[in-house]
């Protein structure tokens, strides 16, 4: 089932530094093995994204609650680089922003302009408007791996990553009925994002383009 429609192509391309990296999965160090997983960690009736350790903890961090039955499960190693690693864990919490926002119906969650500017915030409104448009949100578990990222001076950085859809699906808010048609090479995507650090340390994403159904991404 895919649960995510393709990105709008009102998105524009990013960066020729990010797309290079797009070839997903060709590193050994993808391994899960010794991977962060940040998901949610919250174990009652709702699941939190939370900042990790390599995050800035200058801001006042908006939290980010998820129903019980929906997860985003990051897999990826830190770099040991300390602004390559709060790059990657910025965008996540932005993935995280849109799917709290999408849960909530709310195209004004704080997260959602906290994590997330520029094109890629207005893009993501009218994405987040068309499931709340459709009467629908998701269920199930989004995984996320094979995590590329490169800087461009201080306040610059290009995040490339896959994710597997294959165990999460659309659900209609007002029967609750789950469509759990099953996944087909669509459910993998690959996306490049391009993301810029503000004044508080916040690495936003502003730009965001994907490909669905990449075989980069596929097992």
């Known amino acids: 089932m895919n649960r ?8 524009a391309l990013i960066a020729t530094a990010a797309l290079t990296l797009s070839a997903c999965g ?5 391994s899960t093995k010794d991977n962060d997983k940040i998901a949610g960690a919250d174990t009652g009736t709702e699941k939190s ?6 995050v800035s903890a200058s801001a006042d961090r908006p939290k980010i609650t998820f129903p019980a039955d929906a ?5 990826y190693e830190k770099t040991g ?3 390559k690693d709060a790059a990657l864990a910025d965008s996540t919490l932005a993935v995280n922003a849109v799917d709290e926002a999408i849960f909530e119906g709310d195209t004004g969650t704080k ?3 906290f994590y997330i500017k520029d094109k890629a915030l207005s893009s993501y409104i009218t994405y987040v408007q068309k499931y709340i448009g459709d009467g629908e949100t998701w269920v199930g578990e989004t995984r996320y ?10 306040e610059k950085a290009y995040v490339t990553y896959c994710s597997d859809e294959s165990k999460s699906f659309i659900k209609n808010k007002k029967t609750g009925k789950v469509d759990r048609s099953p996944a087909t090479a669509d459910a993998y995507v690959l996306y490049n994002a391009s993301l810029t650090k503000n004044s508080d340390g916040i690495w936003q994403t502003t730009d965001v383009v994907s490909n669905r159904g990449n075989q980069a991404c596929q097992p």
């Open 26 to 30: 060709s590193d050994d160090d993808s």
């Open 111 to 113: 997260a959602l302009g």
């Open 81 to 83: 680089d300390a602004a």
């Open 71 to 75: 997860e985003n499960v990051f897999e």
């Open 49 to 54: 994204a939370s900042p990790t350790a390599s």
């Open 145 to 154: 791996f094979n995590y590329k990222v490169t800087l461009s001076g201080a």
């Open 4 to 11: 995510r429609p393709t990105l709008l192509a009102a998105f």
